[in-house]
């Protein structure tokens, strides 16, 4: 059965910075992409960042700059370093995995998911 585990979410100031973690088990995702999405209250869960198997990323507008994705094939992870946070942060953000060629963008594109962790960001 494959999991994926977030980690690392809390409450920060603006300004301030965490780092997530999804740990991948039941499968490797070595040749595939990994990455996150995030859903604030009321909204739709949208696309914030991917990496593919060999390190080419991709950031949605609103954190390019401020966010870096990374991922560590031994041990099946991917990170995302949240700098320059902001309260408009403020979301549950979900680890996303796919078993599909290429880099992802749409929810549609995913093939697996975690149970999200919850980030807030006050002002």
């Known amino acids: 059965q494959v999991q994926l585990v977030e980690s690392g979410g809390g409450l920060v100031q603006a300004g301030g910075s965490l780092r997530l973690s999804c740990a991948a088990s039941?499968?490797?995702?070595?040749?595939?992409?990994m990455g996150w999405f995030r859903q604030a209250p009321g909204q739709e869960r949208e696309f914030v960042a991917v990496?593919?198997?060999?390190?080419?990323?991709g950031y949605a507008d609103s954190v390019k700059g401020r966010f870096t994705i990374s991922r560590d094939h031994a041990k099946n992870t991917v990170y995302l370093q949240m700098n320059s946070l902001k309260p408009e942060d403020t979301a549950v953000y979900y680890c996303?995995?796919?078993?599909?060629?290429?880099?992802?963008?749409?929810?549609?594109?995913?093939?697996?998911w975690g149970q999200g962790t919850q980030v807030t960001v006050s002002s």
């Open positions: 996303a995995a796919t078993i599909k060629r290429g880099l992802f963008r749409s929810r549609d594109e995913c093939d697996y």
């Open positions: 990496i593919n198997w060999n390190t080419v990323t």
């Open positions: 039941g499968r490797t995702f070595s040749n595939y992409a």
